[in-house]
């Protein structure tokens, strides 16, 4: 009975650390670089930030968003879905995000 235990709590840790590491680094391929990602969250955050400030009905400001991500994404000549898709492999990297939205930061804070 112990024994059985023992193996597979054995079982368990190890496959725990081989679903934790065994894709580290890779990355599927059809998302945006982090370079790209940097670019388009940057202008999405001050597009946001832009649109907080206005005095309008969320009504309004949702449409006004909607139309405003579609003129940034034409601008990077990308669409949402692959912006979403590209956000959430990145956000499935938490050491990667972090990296990308501390360039997101700095980009924003030299346009200040």
Wanted: proline residues 2%; charged residues 25%; hydrophobic residues 40%.
């Amino acid at each position: 009975m112990i024994r059985t235990k023992v193996i597979l709590v054995c079982l368990i840790t190890l496959n725990l650390l081989v679903g934790c590491t065994s894709d580290k680094g890779k990355l599927p391929d059809g998302i945006l670089t982090k370079n790209e990602m940097v670019r388009v969250t940057a202008d999405i955050q001050l597009l946001e930030s832009a649109q907080k400030q206005l005095n309008v009905s969320i009504l309004e400001r949702n449409k006004m968003r909607d139309t405003s991500y579609q003129i940034l994404f034409n601008k990077y000549g990308i669409d949402s879905s692959l912006y979403d898709s590209s956000l959430h492999v990145y956000s499935r990297h938490p050491q990667l995000m972090a990296e990308i939205m501390e360039r997101v930061a700095e980009q924003i804070n030299k346009k200040k």
